[in-house]
Structures are given as structure tokens and as C-alpha cells.
């Protein structure tokens, strides 16, 4: 085997590698999206629920989170206890008093595994019996 050869080779082996380097999926650390929510994203519900809960496709940051239930008057109406389950860092929830009928608006601010702050909000309503 020549110079060349091992040359050629050695350059179609660099081509194969690069191709195979920009075909692999690369990780990405993306923003954390909220997927779940009880109640549910725009519901409408016969009776007050005890805590208002949301879940994200990926575990949040335990610091600067922020959960919060508002009223059609823009009064906020939750006891402001945001908690977040041990086991599962994706999950955060509220409770509430006893609500009257109403539209309410859930907000929340979370700190995603990238660090960037993620803000959102979903409504639900309370029906009159």
C-alpha cells in the first residue's frame, strides 16, 4: 500500500466521520412546557377544587417559581403556598379556599433545566350550580 492509498483512505475514513458526527441528534436543553393542568386548560368544573396542580414535560428549578389563582376581578385568591412535589420536580401546585363561581386565571413562572424563566397562564371555570 502506498502513501497515497493510506492517504485516500484516510480522507474518505474523515468524511465518513463528520457525516456520521452531523447525523447523531445532538442534546438540546429546551424551555420547560407546561402539559398538564388540574383542572384542566380551559374547563369548566361544578365545584371548587382543593388546590389548583400543574405538571411540566420536564423537572423545574425549586427556586423563583411562582404559581398564583386570580379572580375575574383580578383579585388573587389562592393561600400562597406554591409546593412542589418531591419526587417529581415537574409538578407544582396551590391550594385554594373554597371558590365561588367564576372564571379564574392560573398564572406561573418557572425556572426551566436550561435556567430560563418560563411564564404562562391557562384559565378555568367555576360553574353556578
Known sequence: MTRRDIISIAKSLLRIAII???ALPLPVF???????AQPAVD???AESPKQVD?????KVGSEYKALAV???AGKRVDNKNIEQETFDQSHLYITVPDLPPDTYTVRYRVVSI??????GKFKFTIKKP
Open 43 to 45: 374547563s369548566t368544573i
Open 70 to 72: 386570580i379572580n375575574s
Open 114 to 119: 436550561d435556567t430560563h424563566i418560563v411564564t
Open 30 to 36: 429546551a424551555h420547560a412546557i407546561m402539559v398538564k
Open 20 to 22: 456520521a458526527n452531523l
Open 54 to 58: 400543574v405538571w411540566f414535560n420536564d
